[in-house]
């Protein structure tokens, strides 16, 4: 991916700052899943913790190529999407252990009133999507 053009600029501007993205996996019957999840960009792919035993993690298991959408402004310009790969990776750190996570993300954990651990507990499934193309304007 190309992030020196205006487009790649802007889109990795918001892989850094984004707080939400919308990942969007395939279910059993090809119906697109979008779901607004939480993520951290390591400069190359994007690490999303869910729960166990969850759709998108079957959808993935079953098709592993996903999209990733960023919420446009308000008149919605500034699209940019994202599309590659996921998989499980149980070589990532838990939520707990991951310090760009909790740097990113210790105020909402806290605002859903939850602890680090516990959301270590409750999402211990690492997915890892690495982004293979991009579009948008």
């Given at each position: 991916m190309d992030f020196s053009?205006?487009?790649g600029g802007r889109i990795r501007k918001q892989l850094e700052s984004e707080h939400t993205i919308w990942l969007t996996t395939v279910g059993s019957d090809?119906?697109?899943q979008p779901r607004p999840v939480w993520f951290v960009w390591d400069g190359e792919t994007l690490l999303v913790y869910s729960e166990p035993n969850t759709h998108k993690l079957r959808h993935v298991e079953r098709s592993p190529k996903v999209s990733v959408n960023f919420n446009t402004d308000f008149d919605g310009e500034h699209v940019g999407v994202l599309t590659g790969e996921a998989r499980v990776d149980p070589d990532a750190p838990p939520p707990d252990e991951n310090s760009d996570y909790l740097a990113k993300y210790g105020r909402g954990i806290a605002a859903l009133g939850m602890t680090p651990a516990e959301v270590a507990?409750?999402?211990n499934v690492a997915l890892r999507i690495t982004p293979r193309k991009m579009r948008g304007f």
């Open positions: 053009t205006e487009l090809n119906t697109p507990r409750d999402y």
